[in-house]
């Protein structure tokens, strides 16, 4: 076995759990095309709103099917015992964690570019002007979100927990990049946001600053195998 098999496994079972499909690929990707249809059609600057709508909500598209999608499955198998059989294999951890890590990012970076497609042809919304820039932001993002989920995953007790765990980081992350509107922030706070894994993807996406991405994505990726190396459970707690 490799991390292969994991990342088939992961992917497997993500797209037989309609509950999860229905949290991670349907709601994601209805607000991620449909709030920027809808200021195509309401605002009078109606395809710079859209575009502007989309690229705010590329942040919720990583906090939801990446992070919080990771999260939830990791601590779903790990109170199933999965986890555990898995490490009985000739499986190191590493590659058990990787491959459902690569498998989630995989499955964002799908859900971005079908969502990038359908508000081009529904809203208007023009196609990246450097394709290599967006498709970089958008790999990078989704794997360090889906890594920092796993790591998440230390902080959450129960498995009927982790989706109420993980929606302050989805609701963070959405203010933080515009997608929830115009929201007053204290001056003191915008700096602190604007160093989130999601809003340097945007940026990127909106103004081209590679050298921020990479360094953002270089300091989070370290945060997220930091905390996985001391910090992640493999086995439920017992009371």
């Known amino acids: 076995m490799s991390m292969a098999a994991t990342y088939r496994l992961g992917t497997r079972l ?5 509950t999860m499909l229905f949290g991670s690929v349907v709601t994601p990707v209805g607000l991620a095309v449909g709030m920027p249809t809808l200021m195509r059609h309401v605002q009078p600057d109606g395809v710079a709103s859209a575009t502007a709508m989309f690229q ?5 598209l990583l906090a939801i099917t990446a992070f919080m999608n990771v999260a939830v499955a990791l601590s779903s198998r790990r109170d199933q015992l ?7 294999t000739s499986l190191t951890d590493a590659q058990i964690l990787l491959g459902q890590v690569a498998s989630t990012a995989t499955q964002t ?5 079908v969502s990038m497609l359908a508000v081009w042809w529904l809203a208007g ?4 002007a450097d394709p290599l820039l967006f498709a970089g932001a958008v790999v990078a993002g989704s794997f360090v979100l889906s890594l920092l989920g796993a790591a998440y995953t230390a902080a959450i007790s129960r498995a009927e927990l982790a989706a109420a765990y993980t929606t302050p ?3 963070v992350a959405g203010v933080a990049a515009g997608a929830m509107g115009p929201i007053p922030l204290p001056d003191w706070l915008r700096p602190v946001l604007d160093l989130l894994p999601t809003s340097a993807v945007v940026n990127a996406v909106r ?6 991405l990479a360094l953002n994505m270089a300091a989070w990726a370290a945060v997220g195998l930091v905390a996985l190396r001391l910090w992640f459970r493999w086995e439920p707690r017992r009371s």
Request: no cysteine; glycine share 6%; aromatic share 8%.
């Open 14 to 18: 993500f797209w037989r759990d309609k």
């Open 125 to 128: 919304v023009p196609l990246p």
């Open 82 to 88: 999965v986890l555990k059989r898995l490490r009985a």
């Open 56 to 60: 705010s909500a590329i942040a919720l």
């Open 109 to 113: 970076v799908v859900m971005i570019v």
């Open 207 to 212: 103004t081209g600053d590679a050298i921020g």
């Open 169 to 171: 980081v989805f609701l």
